[in-house]
């Protein structure tokens, strides 16, 4: 194809009408009713890669490739809506504005925890109960009960970890590393990983939570790729196994003064896999470790994967840059509050009412609710609301893939496409 402009590139942005025959220009539409176009200068005067934005009356004659792009910044009540259809969400907040500080949004929340140790080692007892009594065809039933049961586990030393689980900080790191122990947790470790992806959420590189995958990596080699094709497809729901496996027993990962801490907790996930493990092969042999052990515990590692996924991604939520990152927009703006079925949010002790957690980690869980409402009355135009469901799930395995700039994010298929037709941004 081929039009009558100058230089070596343009961007066409519409709705505007479309160029006649004559004209031989032939804009492709995206979406959003945007058109651009990027052209390729002639090799005698310009290479490629020397492209640039002009206006469209000057007149020379260059030739034209069209390719898609991303729909405008979530700028309009109109076009938020329709995002929302297209991802999943209840509500797509309005971006926030660069002059409200988190202390702002802190000033406008409101000023009973071992009720939350008891709904868990209740329901995880009754879980144990009905996989030892159920038939075999009930057990996928028993093991999504006790895995979700053995969740709120995690929650408790979740809010332990932030100092809100009570007064005396010796009992908060006791109740912690026990809570994490069913879950081969250890608790110091993770607690230094997740103070730093509360300081820096939504941050490239910084953030110790889920990331874009980095175009370079990407690239980097084909064995990796079709890993990272694999990860972040169909076994993303349990990638927080290799997290945990990664993340938490490298001593190098650690800083010197966080050492002695971090082995002591190494110390007694291995003191209860030395005990525990063959405790419960010596009852109840290989397949009951399977059957009460490792099936409950890759129920909870659903659960840990599709929180942590669903609290920050969307493709209308930015990574940013260290340079670029502002605080209240990645803690209100760039955390999403999730609804669930009742009976996860009791059990999981209301870890999905998240916003409020990011504003004020020290907020315990039975506060959450009361701390969300009154964000809603506050700021509720800026956040981000949905209810769990296939359409949200399958937009984040989707769509949320490669770290874009402009876009947030590329889906591999995308990338593929741009890969083959040379038409990588």
Known sequence: MACRVAHSSFLFLGPQKRPTEGNRIFPQSSSSGAYLLKWVGQPQRRSKKNQSLISFRKHKVVKAVAVSVAPPPADSAEHRQQLCQEYGFQQIGEPLPDNVTLRDIIDTLPKKAWKSVLVSVTSYALGIFMIAKAPWYLLPLAWAWTGTGITGFFVIGHDCAHKSFSRNKLVEDIVGTLAFLPLIYPYEPWRYK??????????????????????????????????????????????????????????????????????????????????????????????????????????????????????????????????????????????????????????????????????????????????????????????????????????ILTVCHVYHKEQNYIAFDELARRISTNHIP
């Not at 964000?375 to 609301?385: A, D, I, P, T, V």
Request: net charge positive; proline share 7%.
């Open 194 to 395: 997740h103070d730093r992806h509360h300081a820096k959420t939504n941050m490239l590189v910084e953030d110790t939570a889920w990331q874009p995958i980095n175009p370079e990596e990407f690239d980097s080699s084909p064995v990796l790729r079709k890993a990272i094709i694999y990860g972040y497809g169909p076994v993303r729901p349990w990638m927080s196994i290799a997290h945990w496996l990664i993340c938490h027993f490298d001593l190098k990962k650690f800083r010197p003064n966080e050492f002695n801490r971090v082995k002591i907790s190494l110390a007694c996930v291995f003191a209860f896999m030395a005990i525990g493990w063959p405790l419960i092969i010596y009852k109840t042999g290989i397949l009951g470790w399977i059957k009460f052990w490792l099936m409950p515990w890759l129920g909870y590692h659903f659960w840990m994967s599709t929180f942590t996924m669903v609290h920050h991604t969307a493709p209308h939520i930015p990574f940013k840059s260290s340079e670029e990152w502002n605080a209240a927009q990645a803690q209100l703006h760039g955390t999403i509050h999730c609804d669930y079925p009742s009976w996860i949010e009791v059990l999981c002790h209301d870890i999905n009412v998240h916003i409020p957690h990011h504003i004020s980690p020290r907020i315990p869980s039975y506060n959450l609710r009361a701390a969300h409402q009154s964000l809603q009355e506050n700021w509720g135009k800026y956040m981000n609301e949905a209810t769990w469901n296939w359409r949200l799930m399958k937009t």
